[in-house]
């Protein structure tokens, strides 16, 4: 049909219908306006919309349940159906939900305003220190063992033997500057790359 093709562009227009214009069904007295459906498809989020937009099929298939819907909630309210007592307490609950869920969706939106600049300035200094990333260095080693401070002075020379001998590192490996000992860090960060440290 013709109307269901169009329906979409109807539906999101923001111009104005006259009455006869804006209606897109009738049953008996009661008449289904293109306002009536627009207002039902608010709810529907850009993808879902889109979809219609690409799907006639689809959009009819909306349309026609809207109307029957619309229908059949005529239909239960001439039998006054809402003031049977188990309705009543049915439609109590849902109404409570609703409200709930819309307050605390509601409650739960940011400003808009918020985060401003002098918000994230002092978030980020706050936290500046743990988004650093440390420095990191590659290690190795020569590991000569000291028992007393005879064997301590003897040992400064063997390792000047080694050193002089170019004999090879125990590879380390690349740590963290914080991972690293005090009192080697403090002899290898101001050390140039490469560059051996007195012992430690």
């Known amino acids: ?35 009536d459906i627009r207002a039902s498809l608010e709810t529907l989020d850009a993808r879902q919309l889109a ?19 619309k229908l059949v909630l005529k239909k239960a309210l001439d039998e006054k159906w809402d003031q049977e007592p188990a309705i009543i307490a049915k439609l109590q609950r849902a109404r409570d939900s609703a409200l709930t869920e819309s307050f605390i969706e509601a409650q739960s939106q940011p400003p808009a305003h918020f985060p401003d600049e002098d918000e994230l300035k002092a978030a980020y200094e706050q936290r500046k220190a743990a988004l650093l990333i440390p420095r990191s260095f590659r290690l190795a080693q020569l590991f ?37 000992q005090p009192e080697i860090r403090s002899q290898v960060t101001a050390r140039r790359a490469g560059a051996v440290t007195e012992p430690v």
């Open 1 to 35: 049909m013709i109307l269901f093709r169009h329906l979409l562009v109807l539906l999101l227009s923001a111009s104005a219908f006259a009455d006869d214009a804006g209606v897109l069904a009738r049953v008996g007295e009661m008449e289904i306006k293109i306002e």
């Open 144 to 180: 000569v063992p000291v028992s007393d401070a005879k064997a301590k002075t003897s040992s400064k020379a063997q390792i000047e033997a080694l050193k002089v001998k170019n004999t090879s590192f125990t590879e380390i490996g690349w740590l963290a500057e914080n991972q690293i």
């Open 51 to 69: 979809a219609l937009g690409q799907d006639s099929a689809l959009l009819e298939q909306v349309a026609r349940s809207f109307i029957v819907q």
